[in-house]
């Protein structure tokens, strides 16, 4: 992976992170809201599991964000 895709990656975890803080979840919530364990969450919140498009798209509308938060 380059420095300047890992560099982005990096912003997108700080994002969904701070998204789901902001949607005030634990964890465990938004795995249950996702249908997706706790580990789910975490593992892609530490950047051991990569998240694509799709996955994306639902962060973003349990997290009750756009999906221009997560790639701006």
Known sequence: MS???????QKLIAKLRSARQEAGLTQVEAGK???KPQAYVSKIERGERGVDAVELAE???VYKKSMD???S
Not at 3 to 9: E, R
């Open 69 to 71: 938060y997560f790639i």
């Open 33 to 35: 809201l996702l249908k």
């Open 3 to 9: 420095k300047k895709y890992q560099a982005k990656y």
């Open 59 to 61: 962060f973003a509308k």
